[in-house]
């Protein structure tokens, strides 16, 4: 695993509507170190929703 990766990891972000969809991100762990939460369109419900960080 190069450096470039430990910093900055691929996560993927799973709606908490429960349709099953996901989005796939990078974030910053010196940043943010915790479980990232976004509110972001989930097309299946149809409606904006809290997508979880999912490891």
Do not use: C, W
């Amino acid at each position: 695993m190069s450096k470039k990766n430990d910093l900055r990891p691929v996560i993927k972000l799973v709606s908490t509507a429960g349709t099953g969809f996901t989005y796939v991100t990078r974030k910053n762990r010196r940043n943010s170190p915790d479980r990232m939460v976004l509110k972001k369109y989930d097309p299946i419900a149809r409606q904006h929703v809290e997508f979880k960080e999912h490891r």
